[in-house]
């Protein structure tokens, strides 16, 4: 999975490219075309919408240009659409010149017509890959805005103490004063954070209504699995991930998704690196790491340990390392000049799967502790 860094000359991990070699439409329907002007819609109304003047704020401004500049350097274009409008009004014998704004830049690109001969594979793969760099970009902007919070509410802590140690009158009419700026402020950013969850179920629900086998979780779309094991598994798992602490969890088990669904290499091998992860980050958070552990079985001895209270029992902890012995193991050391080792598809959904399953249900027994 390529990097997708803030700086917007720097390489995008886009929908288009990880699955260029993976064909999913070979038709354009009504239904797709549906799709895309919700999807753009979505973008519009739902997580960048304009004052009633029709005007941008800053934020929303770098965020267009941010999408706008970072598709076209992927797509190779200069634009995704024509930036200047230059248009003669025959009745008014009139000529129209200006500016276009990228919001509509992008809607015209976005909401171009199909025409017949086109691809629709890369038609599509194209304009989907704007409504995921457009959702990622706007859980990038929540990010920041739940980290300046979370700053905030730290400085605030600490100034209290200093005041304090002097002026106990001074702290007390200040707290009042600060507490409700805070509130007032903690008040609109979860406000924010929950209609973009809300943005994020309506998009996946369009998905599924234009028959379309795509799933949005962060900042990423997707080829849905299975219905049940989506439901169950997958959109549990990762919902449970996308808390900072748990990035290189995401971040493999992405790899060995797109791995599985473009038929590259050893994708279980992935989903057992992010499974060994979460095994690591729990038992750390745990305070049970001794630094003496050499692999995966030392930690989760860690986790079967009745001195630790036995987070797992014994026939868990062996059912853990069936799966790094007889799949990571196997695939991860060079076979010399015995065959090479391989899974079947089935047998690489069910590393994926499991490996979900496991991580999910270790991170909810952690949960459920606090």
């Known amino acids: 999975m390529q990097c997708s860094c803030n700086n917007r000359y720097m390489l995008t991990d886009i929908f288009a490219y990880r699955y260029a070699d993976r064909p999913i439409w070979n038709e ?15 973008v519009f109304e739902q997580l960048f919408l304009p ?6 704020d800053s934020t929303a401004k770098n965020t267009w240009l941010n999408i706008h500049s970072k598709l076209c350097m992927e797509l190779g274009k200069e634009s995704l659409s024509p930036l200047y409008l230059d248009a003669f009004n025959t009745s008014k014998s009139l000529q129209y010149w200006g500016h276009q704004t990228l919001d509509v830049v992008c809607r015209d690109w976005m909401l171009a017509e199909y025409k017949h001969g086109q691809d629709p594979d890369k038609f599509m793969k194209e304009r989907i890959s704007f409504i995921e760099l457009a959702f990622r970009e706007h859980m990038n902007v929540l990010y920041e805005m739940n980290t300046s919070l979370i700053s905030a509410a730290s400085a605030l802590a600490l100034d209290r103490k200093k005041i304090s140690n002097s002026m106990i009158s001074v702290q007390v009419a200040l707290s009042n004063s ?20 809300l943005s994020c179920e309506e998009l996946n629900e369009r998905f599924r209504r234009a028959k379309c086998p795509l799933n949005y979780h962060n900042g990423f779309i997707q080829i849905e699995t299975d219905a049940m094991v ?3 598994i997958a959109e549990p798992f990762w919902k449970l991930v ?28 992935y989903a057992v690196r992010a499974l060994e992860s979460a095994i ?25 340990s009745t001195a630790n209270g036995s987070f797992i029992v014994e026939w868990e902890a062996e059912a853990l390392r069936h799966i790094f012995s007889k799949v990571r193991n196997d695939l991860s050391h060079g076979p010399g000049s015995e065959p090479m080792p391989e899974l079947t598809q089935q047998q690489t959904d069910w590393t ?3 490996s979900m399953s496991w991580t999910k249900s270790l991170i909810g027994r952690l949960e459920s502790e606090r």
Do not use: C
Request: a positive charge; zero cysteines; proline letters at 2%.
């Open 28 to 42: 354009f329907r009504e239904t797709d075309r549906v799709l895309l002007a919700q999807g753009f819609r979505m």
């Open 51 to 56: 004052d009633k003047n029709r005007k941008f």
């Open 178 to 197: 600060e507490k409700i700026a805070f509130v007032v402020r903690q008040s609109a950013n979860e406000k924010h954070n929950a209609a973009f969850a």
């Open 230 to 232: 989506q439901e169950q």
């Open 242 to 269: 996308s808390d900072p602490k748990w990035i290189n969890v995401e971040t493999d088990m992405m790899e060995a998704v797109d791995r599985s669904e473009s038929a590259q290499r050893d994708p279980a091998v």
């Open 280 to 304: 690591k980050i729990i038992s750390n958070i745990k305070g049970w790491n001794t630094g003496k552990e050499k692999g995966a079985s030392q930690f989760i001895d860690n986790l079967r």
């Open 352 to 354: 994926i799967e499991a």
